[in-house]
């Protein structure tokens, strides 16, 4: 059984940072290129960027280039969402998931992923 399980979230004030975590069981970890998706109340969900098998390459949404980053770390199952000088509208869950099918390209829509984890609540104060 597939578990993505997302740790990290909470709340903070607006220009603070956090990381995010997300685990993954159940699956060669080295063979998934991760997502990271957010959905803020009343909107749908959007992708906040996505990390291939290897780390080596990465895509952001445009509107968050630059404060957000993502990196994994394979030796422990494990991708990661950094989140820098965060903005009241950048409060959502956040949800990491996972891609098993070989893509040439990096996959960014939400259709694209297999697995998903639970999400977790970030929430920006002003």
């Known amino acids: 059984q597939v578990q993505l399980v997302e740790s990290g979230g909470g709340l903070v004030q607006a220009g603070g940072s956090l990381r995010l975590s997300c685990v993954v069981f159940?699956?060669?970890?080295?063979?998934?290129?991760m997502g990271w998706f957010r959905q803020a109340p009343g909107k749908n969900r959007e992708l906040v960027g996505v990390?291939?098998?290897?780390?080596?390459?990465?895509y952001y949404s445009d509107s968050l280039k630059g404060r957000f980053a993502i990196s994994r770390d394979n030796a422990k199952n494990t991708v990661y969402l950094h989140m820098n000088s965060l903005k009241p509208e950048d409060t959502a869950v956040y949800y990491c998931?996972?891609?098993?099918?070989?893509?040439?390209?990096?996959?960014?829509?939400?259709?694209?992923?297999?697995?998903w984890g639970q999400g977790t609540q970030v929430t920006v104060s002003s």
């Open positions: 159940g699956r060669t970890f080295s063979n998934l290129a």
């Open positions: 990390i291939d098998r290897t780390g080596s390459r990465l």
């Open positions: 998931a996972a891609r098993q099918r070989p893509s040439s390209s990096l996959p960014t829509g939400n259709y694209e992923y297999d697995y």
